[in-house]
């Protein structure tokens, strides 16, 4: 099993420039999250899916779209890139929501936004 | 709101010196605890973990009780080695109506010198 993978690993934009991030995962989770991660502020959660064709916000949506066409793809979309989105996105994925599990994290994908 | 408070880094010390991260919480319900690391250009990985009051996690030579009585879930090692140096997160897990979401703290880093 490969677990998470994400694509690409690293990504310079322009502003105003659009790009999406992939996420795949192969062990049959029902779901799967986006976080950004910035300096000093920890993991935030961005989008999150509960099963194939489900989307939900988090905790900073703004800029950003999500769409789970497939139940082990999870793609995050900026339509309009700031600095601001200047960032290391990571994804992850679990099997269900009890609280004894855990979140899976694919190694991110560093996005500099000039 | 759910929140994880951990000290500040970055924290400096010599190859066998005794760890301890601290990390608080506040949380709504009965949260499950997590310590992940995250090593330089990689993604996190779960540490250890903690369900309920008094359970103790355990891994790789790390320890953290989950302490009911004063909301904590700290982080010790009694021999830190260079290999260990890394970024150190404490979070935690709630179920909500439709997903369970991670609060993660800001991290801290950890220096180990020969």
Avoid at chain 1, 85 to 96: L, R
Avoid at chain 2, 70 to 84: A, N, R, Y
Avoid at chain 2, 92 to 114: D, H, P, W, Y
């Amino acid at each position: 099993n490969a677990g998470v993978t994400q694509t690409p690993k690293f990504r310079v934009l322009k502003t105003g420039q659009s790009m999406t991030l992939l996420c795949a995962q192969d062990m049959n989770h029902e779901y799967m999250y986006w976080y950004r991660q910035d300096p000093g502020m920890g993991l935030r959660l961005i989008h999150y899916s509960v099963g194939e064709g489900t989307t939900a916000k988090g905790e900073v949506p703004d800029g950003y779209n999500v769409s789970r066409l497939k139940k082990q793809n999870f793609l995050l979309g900026l339509e309009s890139a700031a600095p601001s989105q200047t960032s290391v996105y990571f994804c992850a994925s679990s099997p269900h929501r009890d609280a004894q599990e855990t979140q899976y994290f694919g190694p991110g994908t560093r996005l500099l936004v000039l | 709101g759910n929140s994880v408070t951990q000290m500040e880094g970055p924290v400096t010390l010599s190859e066998e010196a005794f760890l301890t991260i601290n990390c608080t919480y506040t949380a709504t319900g009965y949260p499950s605890l997590f310590w992940y690391v995250q090593y330089p250009g990689e993604g996190l990985q779960l540490l250890l973990k903690a369900t309920k009051a008094d359970d103790k996690g355990s891994n790789k030579g790390f320890e953290a009780t989950y302490r009911k009585e004063t909301t904590s879930f700290h982080l010790e090692k009694g021999s830190v080695q260079v290999s260990d140096s890394a970024v150190y997160f404490c979070a935690l897990l709630i179920n909500t109506g439709t997903a369970s979401k991670l609060t993660f703290g800001t991290g801290t880093r950890l220096q180990v010198t020969l």
